[in-house]
T-cell receptor, first 114, second 113 residues
Framework: KNQVEQSPQSLIILEGKNCTLQ??????????LRWYKQDTGRGPVSLTI?????NTKSNGRYTATLDADTKQSSLHITASQLSDSASYIC?????????????FGTGTRLQVTL | DTAVSQTPKYLVTQMGNDKSIKCEQN?????MYWYKQDSKKFLKIMFS???????INETVPNRFSPKSPDKAHLNLHINSLELGDSAVYFC????????????FGPGTRLTVL
């Protein structure tokens, strides 16, 4: 069964600090992996997408890494801001014949405090 | 100029009632989706429509019936509402089935009493 597991479930950090969120998946064959940010009461917004051949990709203070061999991805947030407080969801697209399917992780709830 | 909009934002209703949630996108996308997010914040896809045709229909009770009058709209009708239907329902759209970026609406919080 394809799974996407994220850790930690929740995290509290001080403003200005860095943090790293983890995503492990068993989806195979793999097409791509995407990180979404979901603010409270809003829909998810895409941060980055990574394909099999990509190891790292940045979007401002967000840097995602991918190790397709170990089926692990991380999202690193640099110099956190209060506005980074949100849930971060890892989504893996797998391939099934000619179709593809998305598997969602349960998310990491990040709280940035003063 | 909202990309994906949903109405209503909040919906409180009694068990057994029938209700609808509407979704519209102005991005010119061909594919639209409905997701359910439960109290544990787990997002689960329910339906996917491509060019007004049902493509994905996950294991969802047949009390849930999506309807796509045109490519820009995907409505969700729910019959005989149950307590377990309480959740946040998100509509999303993308350029195509395998076009990755999905744009989500703001969600509709459904509470069944």
């Amino acid at each position: 069964k394809n799974q996407v597991e994220q850790s930690p479930q929740s995290l509290i950090i001080l403003e200005g600090k860095n943090c790293t969120l983890q995503c492990n998946y068993t989806v195979s064959p793999f097409s791509n992996l995407r990180w979404y940010k979901q603010d409270t009461g809003r829909g998810p917004v895409s941060l980055t997408i990574m394909t099999f051949s990509e190891n790292t990709k940045s979007n401002g203070r967000y840097t995602a890494t991918l190790d397709a061999d170990t089926k692990q991805s991380s999202l690193h947030i640099t110099a956190s801001q209060l506005s980074d407080s949100a849930s971060y969801i890892c989504v893996v697209r797998g391939l099934t014949g000619t179709a593809s399917k998305l598997t969602f992780g349960t998310g990491t709830r990040l709280q940035v405090t003063l | 100029d909202t990309a994906v909009s949903q109405t209503p934002k909040y919906l409180v209703t009694q068990m057994g009632n029938d209700k609808s949630i509407k979704c519209e996108q102005n991005l010119g996308h061909d594919t639209m989706y409905w997701y359910k997010q439960d109290s544990k914040k787990f997002l689960k896809i329910m339906f996917s429509y491509n060019n007004k045709e049902l493509i994905i229909n996950e294991t969802v009770p047949n009390r849930f019936s999506p309807k796509s009058p045109d490519k820009a709209h995907l409505n969700l009708h729910i019959n005989s509402l149950e307590l377990g239907d309480s959740a946040v329902y998100f509509c999303a759209s993308s350029g195509g089935l395998d076009t990755d970026t999905q744009y989500f609406g703001p969600g509709t919080r459904l509470t069944v009493l």
